[in-house]
């Protein structure tokens, strides 16, 4: 059995910590589970730093850190706090290089999670900051692609946003593009979605269609690559993407950037624009492979 | 002793003009709208800064600064380079800020003096993760209304906690704006600080008083001084709030006598010619 996602993470964050005398704060890192296994068991004095419960201050002090060089680790336990604990970094840490000249990079770790937790912490929240500018964002599922993210971040200048999903954790398998043949549609998920992509695919294969897949890691920088367009061009009927975000966000920005460079349809699928309850008859989760099949199905009998 | 005092009061009247006559230089220019973009003068809060920065500069620390707006006295008492921010406020690429900063987010890495976002007290948070991560001495200046917010409140009780080097510099002018502190709030700065258990003054802008206060205990623990000053200018832009506003500036110009009065004009004609240089 393959090394699980969650113990990369941890030999990278115990890495960072000792080779170059970093930091990672966040808020209940030492308590229950350790950041869902993902972080060494160390303390303040080995640099692991307890933030006050106090969201805001908690980002700005952060800020702080990277401004004095450190390259801090940043955990924000729900996406859905990035409404608090980004407000420094984005209009701060993203804008000090281009303002003053003083780089301020930090990897934060912002992790989502999917269930009956409620209207605030459920799902990705990524949409709330990508309009910043100095901002990286990088939504790795995989043992290489988390390892791939972190050295570019070690190499940088920049704020990087890491979109981790606490189901990936345990995840052993790296994942593989699929644009060979033609298509009869290319599926593009984000986040948690690429596992139900996957799947999906299976299903829509097994009943004769044609699919392809392209795993989306860099979410901002965007850059569509050549063979993507191909590829796309070379699809019947264009694109789905999938996320666990709200649609009305990162979704349909990238949705728009790849129909400008394609000219081919691009359909989305995300959190339904509602507000998500407690129970599982209110909740408001990320497609599954049920209703991806059931989406694509949808758009192939349109045309 | 005398001596001593008179001296150190001179050196602080000569920070301190500096900064009231690069202010009315720029006033001028407000007015005949060289300068178009919002300005936040800091003429009659010069003396904080300018005997902290006396005191700062007699013990040889070079301590980290996070400022906000009405920052340029700061960025003047504690040696930041004038032509550049001369050539800040006309917008040019030779500025202190490479003509990014305008008024509000002038920063000076000569005298360690870090730049401002625009949230009030942002830097009262900022300034408290630079301190803990590099331990290096911090002076944090904020007003008395970003003292209001949440995450500055957070950050003392942070500072405390910690117990870090950090100087809060409350620049209590009394004004949000033009809403006075007693339609904000029913508390003083000096009892929120012991609250959250940090060493706490509150006093006028009076040098002396500042450095009696200060001297010793200077980055030795936590500590915050509300500092009362006068803003003789609107909060943004060139105008009055109300004439006859007490001028700590002129106070100590007639108290230090002729040495003072030589300075003063030394130093007008000076900004005058850097102004018309630049």
Redesign the interface.
């Known amino acids: 059995m393959g090394k699980e996602l969650r113990q990369t993470i941890k030999t990278i964050t115990s890495h960072h910590l000792k080779k170059n005398k970093s930091?990672v704060f966040g808020q209940n890192l030492t308590g229950v589970g350790w950041v869902a296994g993902t972080l060494p068991k160390l303390f303040e004095k080995d640099g692991v730093?307890e933030?006050?419960m106090?969201d805001?201050?908690?980002?700005?002090?952060?800020?702080?850190?990277?401004?004095?060089g450190?390259r801090?680790i940043y955990i924000i336990r729900y996406q859905g706090y990035n409404w608090f604990n980004c407000?420094?970094i984005v209009?701060?840490a993203c804008?000090?290089n281009?303002?003053?000249?003083?780089p301020c990079p930090m990897m934060i770790r912002g992790i989502s999670s999917e269930g009956s937790i409620g209207p605030v912490a459920g799902s990705a929240h990524i949409s709330t900051i990508y309009k910043m500018p100095g901002l990286k964002i990088f939504s790795p599922m995989t043992n290489k692609e988390y390892s791939n993210v972190y050295k570019n971040f070690m190499k940088s200048k920049d704020v990087f946003y890491i979109s981790e999903h606490r189901s990936s954790y345990s995840n052993t398998k790296e994942f593989k593009n699929d644009l060979t043949g033609n298509k009869d549609i290319i599926l593009m998920p984000i986040s948690v979605t690429r596992f139900a992509a996957e799947k999906a695919k299976l299903i829509l294969e097994k009943k004769g269609f044609s699919v392809g897949i392209i795993h989306l890691v860099n979410l901002k920088p965007f850059l569509i690559k050549s063979e993507w367009i191909k590829a796309i061009k070379k699809s019947k009927f264009g694109v789905l993407m999938t996320d666990n975000d709200y649609v009305d966000g990162v979704l349909r920005i990238l949705a728009h950037q790849i129909n400008e460079k394609t000219n081919k349809p691009v359909s989305v699928l995300g959190l339904d624009d509602k507000t998500a309850g407690h129970h599982k008859k209110v909740d408001n989760l990320p497609p599954n492979e049920l209703k991806i099949a059931e989406r694509v199905k949808i758009i192939i009998k349109k045309k | 002793m005398i001596n001593n005092k008179r001296n150190f009061s001179l050196n602080v009247f000569e920070r301190a003009s500096i900064c009231r006559h690069f202010e009315n230089e720029v006033y001028k220019r407000i007015v005949k709208k060289e300068i178009e973009f919002p300005v936040y003068l800091s003429a009659g809060q010069e003396y904080a800064p300018a005997t902290i920065a006396e005191i700062v500069s007699k013990k040889q620390i070079k301590p980290l600064i996070f400022g906000q707006h009405r920052g340029h006295s700061i960025y003047l008492s504690f040696g930041g380079d004038i032509n550049k921010l001369i050539k800040e406020l006309k917008g040019k690429k030779d500025g202190c800020?490479?003509g990014?900063?305008g008024s509000l987010?002038i920063?000076s890495?000569k005298i360690n003096m870090?730049?401002h976002?625009?949230?009030m007290g942002?830097n009262?948070?900022?300034?408290?993760?630079?301190?803990?991560?590099?331990k290096k001495p911090t002076i944090i200046f904020i007003g008395d209304a970003a003292l209001e917010e949440?995450?500055?409140l957070?950050?003392l009780?942070?500072v405390s906690?910690k117990k870090l080097p950090i100087l809060f510099v409350v620049d209590d002018n009394n004004y949000a704006v033009l809403t006075k502190k007693d339609e904000r709030r029913d508390w003083e700065a000096k009892e929120l600080a012991k609250a959250f258990k940090m060493q706490s003054f509150d006093m006028m802008d009076d040098p002396m008083k500042i450095s009696k206060y200060l001297k010793k205990s200077l980055f030795k623990q936590p500590t915050l001084v509300n500092i009362h000053t006068q803003r003789i200018f609107w909060h943004a832009g060139a105008g009055k709030d109300k004439e006859n506003v007490f001028d700590r500036y002129l106070q100590q110009k007639k108290l230090l006598g002729r040495k003072a009065d030589l300075l003063d004009e030394k130093i007008k004609k000076r900004m005058k010619l850097l102004w018309e240089k630049n």
Do not use: E, R
């Not at chain 1, 805001?56 to 004095?68: D, F, R």
């Open positions: 930091q730093i933030l006050p106090a805001v201050a908690g980002g700005g002090i952060v800020t702080g850190s990277a401004l004095m450190k801090p407000i420094f209009n701060y804008k000090s281009a303002i003053w000249k003083i | 800020t490479y990014m900063g987010s920063h890495m870090y730049g976002d625009g949230f942002s009262a948070c900022i300034g408290t993760g630079a301190c803990f991560s590099s949440d995450y500055v957070a950050s009780s942070w906690k």
